[in-house]
């Protein structure tokens, strides 16, 4: 068995693992309001790192391309207060000029 089938069954392993005990955790500890908390922000912090990744990366370099005006473009329409639809045609607009003109 190579070592590449090793790394996959270990990583499944431990994914079940994983699961098996997030779903074992009782109840009580589950309801504690400051749990409550942090588990209604964690995905809110997992999006905003992978947009800022995805935005400001490529491969190991760091970049500003037509990605960053979406971006820019996105939180302008936001702080405008525009409804989420009108947003995301916003930016994707934004990025294609950017793309096709820059």
């Given amino acids: 068995m190579s070592t590449f089938w090793i790394a ?3 990583s499944s392993a431990l994914a ?10 009782p ?10 908390r942090i588990n ?17 990366a490529d491969k190991t370099k760091l970049v500003l391309d037509n990605r960053a005006l979406g971006i820019v473009a996105a939180v302008a329409l ?7 639809p009108v947003v995301v045609v916003g930016a994707a607009i934004t ?3 950017a793309y096709r003109y820059i």
């Fill in 8 to 10: 996959v069954i270990g």
């Fill in 16 to 25: 079940f693992v994983i699961k098996f005990v997030g779903a074992s955790v």
């Fill in 27 to 36: 109840e009580t500890f589950l309801s504690n309001p400051r749990i409550l």
């Fill in 40 to 56: 209604t922000l964690i995905p809110v912090a997992l999006l905003t790192a992978l947009i800022a990744v995805n935005t400001f």
């Fill in 78 to 84: 936001l702080l405008a207060k525009a409804p989420f």
């Fill in 95 to 97: 990025s294609g000029v």
